[in-house]
């Protein structure tokens, strides 16, 4: 009879310990699975709002290069016009400054 006790209190304990294994162990899983999706959802937007900063500063490099690269281009744009007709040019001012002053010889350059 004292055997059979030992032997129920055994398989009680035993069945207890299982069953609260199994429980406790499908909640924490349960729950670390939940806080991993969560944690991915908030990593994502923020990869995504990453990814859209790194996109606005490069757009903004672009513009502002795009910005410099049109500056250059029209100073080099209106540097390489010709000179209007209404302004002399420096070698008609140099020869109208000798014709003025006839004094003053001419040298060679």
Known sequence: MRLKVIAGN??????????????VGGRLRTQLLAN???RIAS???LFDRSLRLSALEFQALVEER???ATCSAASIRTAAEPVPSRLPS?????SQIRRAAPG??????
């Open 10 to 23: 055994l398989a009680v304990v035993l069945l207890l310990g299982l069953f609260a294994y199994v429980f």
């Open 36 to 38: 991993i999706d969560g």
């Open 43 to 45: 990593d994502r937007q």
């Open 66 to 68: 795009a910005r410099c």
């Open 90 to 94: 420096r070698p008609r001012r140099g």
């Open 104 to 109: 003053v010889p001419r040298t060679s350059p």
